[in-house]
């Protein structure tokens, strides 16, 4: 098992920054690759960032590319979400995961591990 929790969301104004956490225990952090989805009232999650296992590579939604980045500190057990230049199109409650399959895997959105959610609400 891994438990996850998402810390960081909060109301914000057009263009503003926020930087999303969680925090991961249970298994080893490192085996895992790591990502984040977010869902807005009404619609289907959908994929935000992922990270490798080593954080040597990166996959961003087309919505996203260039305003958000995904990290992690493998020796704090922790990703990172910055997000950058924020648009009320982002309020969402935003969700991390892990994968072990690694991720691609994970960026299809089924299975692996899933944090509670942590809401992130973008005023214009």
């Known amino acids: 098992q891994v438990q996850l929790v998402e810390s960081g969301g909060g109301l914000v104004q057009t263009g503003g920054s926020l930087r999303l956490s969680c925090a991961a225990s249970?298994?080893?952090?490192?085996?895992?690759?790591m990502g984040w989805f977010r869902q807005a009232p009404g619609k289907e999650r959908e994929f935000v960032a992922a990270?490798?296992?080593?954080?040597?590579?990166?996959y961003y939604a087309d919505s996203v590319q260039g305003r958000f980045t995904i990290s992690r500190d493998n020796a704090k057990n922790t990703v990172y979400l910055q997000m950058n230049s924020l648009k009320p199109e982002d309020t969402a409650v935003y969700y991390c995961?892990?994968?072990?399959?690694?991720?691609?895997?994970?960026?299809?959105?089924?299975?692996?591990?899933w944090g509670q959610g942590t809401q992130v609400t973008v005023s214009s």
């Open positions: 995961a892990a994968e072990i399959g690694g991720t691609t895997t994970l960026r299809r959105g089924v299975g692996g591990y």
């Open positions: 249970g298994r080893t952090f490192s085996n895992y690759a």
């Open positions: 990270i490798s296992r080593s954080g040597g590579t990166t």
